[in-house]
C-alpha cells in the first residue's frame, strides 16, 4: 500500500543544543544545571559521561547540517542555549553565540531547510536555578527578557518556534522522581514549578504577538495516551488522573487557555496548589498557541491502585494510579519503553475531536538501541528495526490525516546519536551513526530510508492497516 503525505509535509528531525553542541563551558557559555550536577555527581551518568563534549555541532554545524540535506530533510527542529546566549541569564547577550546561531539558522535555509527553534529544552542555566529555577517569578520574567531577544535576533528568518519541549519533564525529574537536578520530591514545588512553566511559556506568546514577529509559535509536549487496563469505574478514573497530572496539565492551558477544572479541583483537595496572581489567568490565556509539538515514545497503562496510600509518605501522582505492565506488550528493551503505534494515531486523533483540531506535527518519535556496532554491515549499520518503528508509527500518522487530523509533519529523534542526559550515550537514536571517539559521522540504513521517504513525500508500506 503506497502511503503518500499531503503536500509540504515536514519531513525532518529533532535535536537540542546541550545534547548536541557540546563545548558547553566554551564560546562564552555558563554552565547549566547539567554541568554542575555532572561535577556534584558524575557517577549518576552512565558511563560518567557529561554534558561537556555532547556530539560536537558548535564545530561541525556545517558538516552536519550537509547530512541534514543529504537526508532530504525540509525542516529540522533544534534548541537555542539560553546559558551560550545570555550567560547570566539576564544580561548582556554573548555576541559569539549570535554569530553561531546565526550561522546555523542561513546555513539551514540556504540548504533549503526551515529552521524550528526550540527556547528551552531542560538546559536551565545554573545562574538562573540559584535565583530558584522555575519556582521564581524572577526567573519567568527573565525567561521572557530571554525569548524577546531570540525573536529580535533571528526572528526575521526564524518562522517557526517552540517555546519549550515536553515541559512536564524538568517538573517530573527535578521535583518528584529525582532524575533531573535538583533532585527534589515535593509536590506542591513540582505544581509551582509547572505552574510557572505555564507562565513563562505565555509571556514568552505574549512577547511574541507584541514583536509582530511573523511566522508561528508553539510548544512540544511528550503526550502519553493514558490506557485503563480495564473498563471498570475503578480503572478508569485511574486513567482520567494520570491525563489530567501529565497530558491535560499542559496541553489545556496552551490549547484551551486554562486549566482543567477537576486537576485544579483535586489539587485544592490535596492542598497542593501553588501561589497564584489574580493577572495570571490573563495571561495563562494569551498563552494560545498556532502549532503544537507531539513527541510521543510510549503509552502509559494504569490501573486502579491495589494497596492503601501510606499518609505519611510524600504525595505524588501515584496516590490516583498505580503503572499496569500489559501481558504481551512490545517493549524496547534497552530504553524499557513499550512500543504501541496506535497510540499516535490516538493522540492525533484526541487532538482533533476534544482539541478543535490544531495545527499540529509529529516533533518526536524515535528509538534508542544499546550497543548499536553489533549491527554493523560492511560499514554502515543496519538498522532494519528503526525503520519498522519509523514505518509502523507514519501509517497510523497517515491514517490520522486521512482521517482529518492537522498533522502537518513527522520529525523523528534525532538526527545524529546524541547525549542523552543521564543516560550518555547508552541508547542511540540518530539517523547518523557516532564515534564518539573520533567524532566521525556515518549514515545508518535508517538514514538512507528516511531521505528516501522524504523524496517521494511517502513509502510503500508492505500490509494494508487493520
Ligand atoms: C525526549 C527528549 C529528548 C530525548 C528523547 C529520548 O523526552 O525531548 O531530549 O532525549 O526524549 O529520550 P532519552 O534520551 O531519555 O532516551
Redesign the pocket.
Known sequence: MQLIFPDNFWWGSAS?AL?TEGDSLNGGKSATIWDHWYTQQPSRFHQQIGPAETSTFYQHWRQDISLLKQLNHNSFRTSISWSRLIPDGTGDVNQEAVVFYNQVIDELLAQGITPFITLF??DMPMAMQEQGGWESRQVVAAFSRYARLCFELFGDRVLHWFTF??PI?PVEGGYLYDFHYPNVVDFRRAATVAYHTVLAHASAVRAFRTSHSAGEIGIVL?LTPSYPRSRNPADLTAAHHADLLFNRSFLDPVLRGEFPADLVALLRQYDQLPLTLTEDKVLIADGIIDLLGV?Y?QPRRVKCRDSAINPAAPFMPEWFFENYEMPGRKMNPY?GWEIYEPGIYDILTNLRLNYGNPRCFIS?N?M?VEDEQRFDQAGQVDDQYRIDFVAEHLKWVHRAICEGSQCLGYHM?TFIDNW??C?GYK?R?GFVQLDITTQKRTVKKSGEWFAATAACNGFNHPENLA
Open positions: 537540542s545534547q529544552h531542560f519541549n515536553e519533564v511528550n513527541n515514545y530504553r518526536e524515535g534508542g529523534w542523552s542526559w543516560n541508547n537514536y
